[in-house]
Each structure stands twice: as C-alpha cells, then as structure tokens.
C-alpha cells in the first residue's frame, strides 16, 4: 500500500473512533469542521514555534527532536482531515501538491 494512502486510512479509521465519542464535530458543517481544523493547525504551529525557543528575550534552551516531530505529526493529521473534508483521496492530495509545486518552482525561477 501507498505510504499515503496508508495514512489516509489511519485517518479515516481515526474519525470513525473519534465520531462515537463525539458526534457533535460530524454535526458541524462542513465548512465549520474546516474552519476548526484550521485553528487546530494554527495553535499546533504554535507549539511547535515555541520549542524552536524563537524568544529572543528568554534564555535558550536545547531544541527537542522529538516533541518537534509528535507537533509536525499533529499538523498533518489535521491536514489529512481537511483534505477527507473535501472529499480528496491521497491521490488527490499528490496531484494538487504536484500541481501547486511546478507554479512554486516557476514562480522561484521566473522572479515571484
């Protein structure tokens, strides 16, 4: 199986757990449920913005690997969310990611 395509059905099998013990996300709309994932992801960028101790003014302190790694986990598994909200496949996800690189790099090599 597709790397993936493995974690979208990691996902999808976690939303079935997640929705017997919370029915009220599913009654969301879609676009609520969206928009709270969203947040979701920005506080989980928060966090892990934090343990790069990008605070100038406090003293510093040894970057954990780890706990960086658990954080960008958390991330993607509200990615992986967002994109079953709408309706994407794994593959779906490759071909926009595919799309969306060739305009980066273009936009990097033509002066964006």
């Known amino acids: 199986m597709d790397m993936l395509e493995e974690i979208f059905n990691m996902q999808r099998e976690y939303l079935k757990i997640l929705s017997l013990k919370r029915d009220e996300f599913i009654a969301y709309s879609k676009e609520e449920r969206i928009s709270m994932l969203c947040t979701a992801i920005i506080h989980e960028a928060c966090e892990l913005q934090d343990l790069t101790g990008w605070k100038w003014w406090k003293s510093k302190h040894e970057f954990d690997t780890s706990k960086a790694k658990e954080e960008l986990i958390d991330i993607l598994h509200f990615v992986i969310q967002i994109a079953l909200e709408l ?10 990611y595919r799309r969306k690189n060739i305009i980066n790099r273009d936009r990097q090599i033509n002066g964006y």
Do not use: N, Q, R
């Open 87 to 96: 309706d994407m496949s794994a593959k779906d996800l490759l071909d926009e």
